[in-house]
Structure formats: C-alpha cells, structure tokens
C-alpha cells in the first residue's frame, strides 16, 4: 500500500502515539502528512521565555491559516504582561487549557477579554494575577469550567467564588489568598458538589468558623463537598484543632489526600482519619506539633492504601521506629526526629504488631490497651528477625 494511501482512521492512531518531534518529522512526509499532522502540533503549545512567547504573537497575526483554533492547551512558563494576553487570546478562540504560572502583571485590562473570547476554558492557572472581582464577574461565562487556580491572587474580594455558582469546579486552589472569609468565602464553597480538591495553603484567614461552614449542620444532612478527595490547609496552631478535624474527616469519607499543617490536633485526629478515611493514601501533618510517634504509628497500622506521611517539626522521634532506625544507624543521624515517612519506611512499619488504641472522646486523651506480653515478645522476635545479620 502507497504511504499516501493510507485511510485516516490509521493516520490518527500514529499521531496519538507520537510526541511533539514525531508529528514535526511526520510533516514533512508530503503534504498529505502535513494536512494531517500539523493541526496536532498546535493542540498543545509551550511558552519557556519572552522571546517565544513575541514569536508565538507574530505567527498567529501574520498567518492567513489561522492556526490559533486548533491550540486546546497554552502553557505560559515565562512572565506575560496585558498586551501580549490580548495579542494572543484573540487567535485561541478554542482554548481549554491555560496555564500562567507567572501572571503577576495580568490585570482586569486582559482576563475580561480572555474570559469573554475563550469560552470553552476547562482549566485555567493564573497565579498571583492582579485581578479583582471584576474578572472573577466574568468568569461565570465558562460553563465549562472544572479546574481553577488563584493561589497568590490578593487583589480579590471575599465575594470572588459567588459568580462561580454555575462553573463544574472539581479542582479550586485558593493558597496564599487572604481575603478569604466564612461568612462569604466559606459559605459559597458549600455550593461545588462536584469539587474534589480544595487547596488552603497560607491564607492565614481560615479559622474554626470557616471549616464549620463545611460541615453538615445536622446529622442527618449531607456535608458540603462531599465528593472531596484531596484537601490542603494550613492553620494557626490554635484555631484548627480536633473539634473541627475529626468532624470533616468524618463527614467527608472519600479523603485520599490530607494536607495539615501548623494546625493544633493531637491523635485524637490521626485516629479518626484511621477509622473513617479507608482510601488515604498520602498524609502531611508538618508542624502540628501535638501529634505522637504512636498516634502515627495507629494511622499506618489501620490505612492499607497510605503510602507517604508527612511529620516534619512534629515530636515523631527516629528512635520509636526500630525497624527503621536502629541504635547504631541512630548515632550517625543528624536529627533524631522523623521528617517524612516514605512507601517503603511504611512497609516496614506495617509488619510490625502494633498495640490496640482508643480515644477518649470526652476527655482528648490517648489511652493504650496493653496487649499480653506474648505480643511484646513476637514484636522484639519480628524485629530482630528483621535487622539482624
């Protein structure tokens, strides 16, 4: 069969096997290929300086093939300032995916426009934007909408996630934002049944009222969110403690990522995450300095599908997991406390027997159910099976 032959059904399945390199050198097969493959090559677009960025600009103006609708997805790993957003958005009118990791000189001036021309966004990245609630206005326009990141953007108001209503968001980062609020922010969040990971990281707002405001107001009410798998907060080490915890871990069961850092739970938290969050799979707990070697030792024991925890700052000592660190490999540590407990680490812990545990729920206090001395003996026999020579 004459390579020109070929139906288009098999020339489909070679460009999806094929990186960007492969669908150039397929373009200059003849021209067939070209009419072919060089839509692809547009599908996905990245931008790593100024300089490709100006030529970007230049190749979609002085065209007459129009390109630009067929680019899904536009990765901006360079600084883009207004002119350039608008010089270039014009010609993307098929744009789903933006990624501006280094959108500080973005204002109202361009993402009005951005928003009001592509409307067939699906994911958009503006980190540290100068935007205000005049985009946000505007973003309710994308009916498409899954994945939205405003981490570093403090221009906007609390009020930012209300035009949103109507968007499917499955994913909202809102770290380093501080304008976020419970009696605005909080309250507008419970509205996104289809959110699955919610990010928190330094904002410095987020109190006990914010994360009440995601918690069933009855017990026989749905949770706010209750789809959520991921979610990553940072607290103040005092607002954020069990009280607020272990209700939201209760109340939202399909959890399999927990970020918690600087927050003021104890075990109590770690154990609730045991009982109720079978699918955890990684866990970061830096900085919440009342949690214990044997509150993390509880969690690892009763969550078959966690695979990392993270305990740096925390009082987790090396020593209270021999069979990791053993007394001699202690002495040539630099620090004796543990700042990340990986897959493997985990494997080791998990063979080990591990003493039952309960909560005092009314008291916040840890109490350990002895087990017969046969179970001390088995765990230092295991032990020494283990790291012996």
Same mark, same amino acid.
């Given at each position: 069969?004459?390579i020109d032959s070929l139906p288009? %059904?098999?020339?489909?399945r070679?460009?999806?096997? /094929?990186?960007?390199f492969g669908?150039y050198?397929c373009?200059?097969v003849n021209?067939r290929?070209?009419t072919a493959?060089a839509?692809l090559?547009?599908r996905?677009?990245?931008?790593e300086?100024?300089y490709?960025? +100006?030529r970007?600009?230049?190749?979609l103006s002085?065209t007459?093939?129009s390109?630009?609708y067929?680019?899904?997805?536009?990765h901006?790993?360079?600084?883009?300032?207004?002119d @350039?957003?608008l010089?270039?958005?014009?010609?993307?009118?098929q744009?789903?995916s933006?990624?501006?990791?280094?959108?500080?000189?973005?204002?109202?001036?361009?993402v009005?426009?951005?928003?009001q021309?592509c409307?067939?966004? &699906?994911?958009?990245?503006?980190?540290?934007?100068?935007?205000?609630y005049?985009s946000?206005?505007?973003f309710?326009?994308?009916?498409?909408?899954r994945?939205?990141?405003?981490?570093?953007c403090?221009?906007?108001?609390?009020?930012?996630?209300?035009?949103?209503q109507?968007?499917?968001?499955e994913?909202?980062?809102?770290s380093?934002?501080?304008?976020?609020t419970?009696e @605005?922010t909080?309250? +507008?969040? &419970?509205v996104?049944?289809m959110?699955?990971?919610?990010?928190?990281i330094?904002?410095?707002t987020i109190?006990?009222e914010?994360?009440?405001c995601l918690?069933p107001?009855?017990?026989?009410? &749905?949770?706010?969110?209750?789809?959520?798998h991921?979610?990553?907060?940072?607290?103040? @080490?005092? %607002?954020i403690?069990?009280?607020?915890?272990?209700?939201f871990v209760?109340?939202?069961?399909?959890?399999?990522?927990?970020i918690?850092?600087a927050?003021?739970?104890t075990?109590?938290s770690l154990?609730?995450?045991?009982?109720?969050?079978?699918?955890?799979?990684n866990?970061?707990?830096?900085?919440?300095?009342?949690?214990?070697?044997?509150?993390v030792r509880?969690?690892?024991?009763?969550?078959p599908?966690?695979?990392?925890v993270?305990v740096k700052?925390?009082t987790?000592?090396?020593?209270?997991?021999?069979?990791?660190?053993?007394?001699?490999?202690?002495?040539? %540590?630099?620090?004796?406390?543990?700042?990340?407990?990986t897959f493997?680490?985990?494997e080791l812990?998990?063979? &080990?027997p591990?003493?039952d545990e309960h909560?005092n729920?009314?008291?916040?206090? /840890?109490?350990?159910? %002895?087990?017969?001395?046969?179970?001390?003996?088995t765990?230092?026999q295991?032990w020494l099976n283990?790291?012996g020579?």
């Amino acid at each position: 069969m004459c390579i020109d032959s070929l139906p288009t %059904e098999i020339l489909a399945r070679i460009a999806a096997s /094929l990186a960007s390199f492969g669908l150039y050198e397929c373009c200059l097969v003849n021209k067939r290929f070209y009419t072919a493959f060089a839509p692809l090559l547009w599908r996905d677009i990245a931008v790593e300086s100024e300089y490709m960025l +100006d030529r970007l600009c230049r190749s979609l103006s002085n065209t007459s093939t129009s390109p630009g609708y067929q680019v899904r997805q536009l990765h901006l790993d360079c600084y883009i300032e207004d002119d @350039d957003c608008l010089s270039l958005m014009r010609h993307l009118p098929q744009l789903e995916s933006l990624n501006a990791p280094h959108a500080g000189y973005l204002t109202d001036r361009s993402v009005i426009p951005l928003v009001q021309t592509c409307l067939q966004l &699906q994911e958009i990245c503006l980190h540290s934007a100068s935007i205000t609630y005049r985009s946000l206005h505007y973003f309710s326009g994308l009916k498409r909408l899954r994945r939205l990141d405003l981490s570093g953007c403090s221009k906007i108001s609390s009020l930012a996630l209300f035009p949103l209503q109507n968007c499917p968001l499955e994913l909202l980062n809102l770290s380093l934002c501080r304008w976020l609020t419970a009696e @605005d922010t909080a309250v +507008d969040l &419970q509205v996104f049944c289809m959110l699955k990971e919610l990010s928190l990281i330094c904002c410095s707002t987020i109190c006990k009222e914010f994360m009440c405001c995601l918690l069933p107001k009855t017990d026989s009410d &749905q949770a706010p969110l209750p789809n959520l798998h991921a979610f990553s907060l940072t607290g103040d @080490d005092e %607002e954020i403690d069990d009280d607020v915890i272990v209700p939201f871990v209760q109340s939202h069961p399909r959890l399999r990522s927990l970020i918690l850092m600087a927050c003021a739970i104890t075990d109590r938290s770690l154990l609730a995450m045991r009982d109720c969050l079978a699918d955890l799979q990684n866990i970061e707990i830096s900085y919440c300095s009342q949690v214990s070697s044997n509150g993390v030792r509880q969690l690892i024991h009763g969550s078959p599908q966690l695979e990392m925890v993270g305990v740096k700052d925390c009082t987790v000592f090396k020593k209270d997991f021999p069979e990791i660190w053993t007394t001699d490999s202690l002495d040539q %540590e630099r620090s004796q406390y543990v700042d990340r407990l990986t897959f493997e680490e985990i494997e080791l812990i998990r063979l &080990q027997p591990c003493a039952d545990e309960h909560i005092n729920m009314d008291e916040g206090e /840890l109490v350990t159910v %002895e087990t017969p001395l046969d179970g001390e003996v088995t765990y230092i026999q295991t032990w020494l099976n283990l790291n012996g020579s």
